[in-house]
């Protein structure tokens, strides 16, 4: 079992992921991450097909960083890829505003957009 060094925030962000897909075809989309720590997140709702070890642009807000995929799980045709990813040490952490609010992940979709535009404006 791996031991994280980091505590994680159970907040759920939208955000933009943009990179080469198992085709090396270049994509973007948007994507939610939450499990989120300053080194890493999890991508959830991913269309495209993905490799370990591969490079990954994660966008939020107007705060873009590079990060690594670290492994892919297909969850099928219906909820995508779940992707995990871990941030490059040069790189800057997008979601940082996030990472310091007291906020617990919920399905539903309207708490997001709210809990996003106001961490947006801080």
């Known amino acids: 079992m791996i031991e994280r060094k980091e505590s994680?925030?159970?907040?759920?962000?939208?955000?933009?992921?943009?990179g080469m897909d198992a085709a090396c075809e270049t994509f973007r989309q948007t994507a939610k991450a939450r499990n989120?720590?300053?080194?890493?997140a999890l991508l959830r709702g991913v269309t495209a097909a993905l490799r370990?070890?591969?490079?990954?642009?994660?966008?939020?807000?107007?705060r873009q960083g590079q990060f690594r995929i670290?492994?892919?799980?297909?969850?099928?045709a219906r909820d995508?890829?779940?992707?995990?990813?871990?941030?490059?040490?040069?790189?800057?952490?997008?979601?940082?505003a996030a990472l310091h609010q007291k906020v617990s992940i919920r399905?539903?979709?309207?708490?997001?957009?709210?809990?996003?535009?106001?961490?947006?404006?801080k």
């Open 8 to 18: 994680r925030v159970r907040v759920e962000l939208r955000v933009e992921i943009s």
């Open 80 to 96: 995508g890829f779940e992707v995990a990813v871990h941030r490059t040490p040069s790189s800057l952490c997008p979601w940082e």
């Open 70 to 76: 670290i492994w892919v799980l297909d969850r099928g």
């Open 107 to 121: 399905d539903d979709e309207r708490s997001i957009v709210d809990r996003e535009e106001a961490l947006l404006q």
């Open 52 to 62: 370990c070890g591969d490079p990954l642009a994660i966008k939020y807000g107007e």
């Open 36 to 40: 989120l720590s300053r080194s890493g």
